[in-house]
């Protein structure tokens, strides 16, 4: 029987009514389930209206705005900590505590999104109360040492409390940035068609760079030598309820493509972060032979500082990188599709980061950070797109009855797969610190980076799974 307009009349339900996923109800979204349900086809998925260029651009503001203040954490993180006497043995600790607490904590997260039912939507207020989290937690971590001294007379414990609280900011900050990752990327999908989804998240790659070459500019600058430094100071201060029972089934009864997937962006992060963390260490270490242990008046002290200034100027150029690459990738998808992209991007950060740990040389590690620009826009971008993929093919072979069954919430699964960016900081954070210990250089970080991320070159070739090739 073909169902009418007129069959329905006025006894049609409202779209927000239906759990249409974006919030606004409008005419227009109603002619569209009119249309088709008088094809015959009232349990297809509506697909949402498109989104003006405008509106994705705004929204990827909020990647921008996370990633400035990523890129701001990895430049000074580490020196800051070494510098106000953080011990050898205490070096990757402060990489492992969020890191724990992300992994355990972001399912839960995810799923609350997911059933949120705040006049401001699922995803916004998580969205803005992690932003707040990042903007304490950065505050804390580039100031802990100048409120310390200003409070506390003796050098001592100047000391010990300054250390305290520059880990309490990164942890802060760590947490809050990885966790709003998922809401943002759940955001797009709720109220994007998937044409929209693929489009969004290439606007993501995009402003991602930008905000991330920004922040690195800003530790690149000897802002202490400028006309704001000597007014302002130095660089440092200027995606039903839901029980964890079901949640944890939820989780483990995840279909083989998407825990697949998950490795293999535990793969690429691990790798990822393992040389990013470290990089600006590296540079004034092993590139410049520096001493971030010296006193801070000598020659060695000073010669690390540039050495992370430089190494700034590498993190910049990774981030411009990722920007252009992410227009390259529109462009290579149609020949190569996203397997292609994804071997790609693993193939060109393991051949990178390999070469600048044989051969630490000033113009040459400057010139192969433009490859990391290639990964960091492959993960930002690939696996949330294969997310994409795999629920669509889900909801077209949504038939009859089974479109009102329990379906997985897209929350969960981005969750699922940012839990992999905590699951790979506790890795680095927990095996870099053994292995720079037991090697005595920061070498061995680049090398390591370079082997994961070639391992994974073979498993997003012959493990992950492709929507494309199945339709072919």
């Known amino acids: ?30 002619e569209t389930m009119l249309q088709s349900l008088a094809a015959g086809e009232p349990f297809r998925p509506v697909e ?54 992300g992994f355990v904590l972001q399912p839960v997260v995810g799923s609350a999104s997911d059933h949120c039912n705040s006049a401001w939507g699922k995803r916004r207020p998580y969205i803005l109360v992690l932003g707040i989290m990042m903007l304490v937690g950065m505050a804390l971590y580039l100031n802990g040492e100048t409120v310390v001294s200003a409070l506390v007379a003796d050098r001592g414990t100047q000391r010990t409390w300054a250390i305290v609280i520059t880990m309490l900011g990164v942890v802060l900050f760590d947490f809050a940035a990885d966790f709003i990752d998922g ?35 800003t530790g690149a ?11 302002l100071g130095s660089e440092f201060q200027v995606q039903k309820q839901m029980t964890i029972k079901s949640l944890l089934k939820a989780l483990l009864s995840m279909p083989s493509h998407y825990r697949c ?19 600006t260490d590296f540079m004034g270490q092993i590139v410049f032979n520096g001493d971030p242990y010296a006193p801070h008046n000598s020659t060695a002290y000073l010669t690390y500082e540039r050495g992370v200034e430089i190494g700034c100027w590498g993190m910049c150029i990774n981030a411009i990188s990722s920007s252009l690459y992410s227009y390259l990738q529109k462009a290579l998808l ?74 997985r919430g897209k929350g969960v699964d981005c969750a699922a797969l940012t839990c992999m ?13 053994f292995l720079v210990s ?35």
Not at 262 to 279: P, R
Request: hydrophobic share 45%; proline share 4%; charged share 15%.
């Open 1 to 30: 029987m073909t169902l009418t307009r007129q069959d329905f009349g006025g006894t049609l339900p409202r779209p927000c009514e239906l759990g249409i996923a974006s919030m606004e109800c409008s005419s227009g979204k109603e």
């Open 421 to 433: 960016v905590q699951l790979a900081q506790i890795i680095v954070g927990v095996g870099l610190g």
């Open 261 to 279: 997937l998950c490795v293999s962006h535990l793969m690429g992060w691990t790798a990822f972060l393992s040389n990013m963390l470290f990089f």
């Open 334 to 407: 149609p020949y190569i599709g996203l397997k292609g992209l994804y071997f790609i991007g693993y193939l060109l950060f393991g051949l990178g980061t390999g070469f600048i740990g044989l051969f630490p040389k000033v113009y040459s590690t400057l010139a192969l950070c433009s490859l990391f620009g290639v990964m960091s826009s492959t993960l930002y971008t690939v696996p949330f797109n294969l997310i994409a993929d795999y629920h669509k093919e889900e909801e077209e072979g949504q038939t009859g009855g089974q479109a009102g069954e329990h379906k």
């Open 221 to 231: 600058i000897d802002w202490g030598h400028t006309v704001l430094g000597k007014y």
């Open 48 to 101: 949402p209206p498109k989104k003006a260029t405008g509106r994705l651009v705004m929204h990827s503001m909020a990647m921008f705005g996370r990633e400035f203040c990523y890129a701001v954490e990895a430049a000074f993180v580490t020196p800051v900590l070494l510098s106000v006497g953080l011990p050898k043995s205490l070096y990757s600790l402060v990489w492992l505590i969020s890191p724990i607490l």
């Open 183 to 217: 809401p943002i990327k759940a955001y797009l999908f709720d109220v994007c068609s998937h044409q929209d989804k693929e489009k969004g998240l290439h606007y993501h790659a995009l402003l991602t760079g930008l905000g991330g070459a920004l922040g690195y500019l």
């Open 438 to 472: 037991a090697a005595g250089s920061v070498v061995v970080v680049v090398i390591s980076a370079s082997a994961i991320a070639l391992l994974g070159c073979c498993f997003v070739a012959f493990f992950v799974r492709y929507v494309e090739e199945n339709n072919k």
